[in-house]
């Protein structure tokens, strides 16, 4: 059996599966952001398994749109991001991982996916 986005049949608690709102992928919206700091890093998507292997190991593991297939934050790059807690939004269709993130949150090498690119304002 295989969940929605081809991947292998997840072990993630079936109530919680139950609660979560996935988009037409399987996925839903992974925020990593800084536990101490609160620094928003990076948007990653996860789908059941994913999720599991984030709550069940303490490493972030996110599902690659582009490569179809799991990834483990720092797992060839050295950043790792250690979980410190993991919450559902209001609406169970976004995940917050509250993290220490080890090196750059970006595969760009930029701290957070969020440095590079800030939009003026209008006045």
């Known amino acids: ?6 991947a292998p049949a997840s072990n993630l608690d079936p109530a919680l599966a139950a609660r ?3 988009g037409p992928d399987g996925l839903v919206p992974a925020i990593a952001q800084q536990y101490d ?3 928003v890093l990076m948007l990653g998507w996860m ?15 996110y599902w690659s749109r582009s490569r179809q297939e799991y990834w483990v934050k720092g797992g060839t790059s050295g950043h790792v991001q250690h ?5 559902l939004d209001c609406d169970a269709d976004t ?3 509250k993290v220490d993130q080890v090196g750059a949150a970006c595969h760009t090498g ?14």
């Open 1 to 6: 059996m295989t969940s929605e986005t081809g």
């Open 20 to 22: 979560l709102k996935r």
């Open 37 to 39: 700091t609160g620094e």
């Open 47 to 61: 789908d059941d398994e994913a999720l599991h292997r984030t709550l069940t190991t303490g490493r972030c593991t």
């Open 83 to 87: 979980v410190k807690s993991v919450a």
């Open 95 to 97: 995940v917050l991982v």
């Open 110 to 123: 930029d701290r957070t996916c969020f440095d590079a690119d800030v939009l003026p304002l209008a006045q």
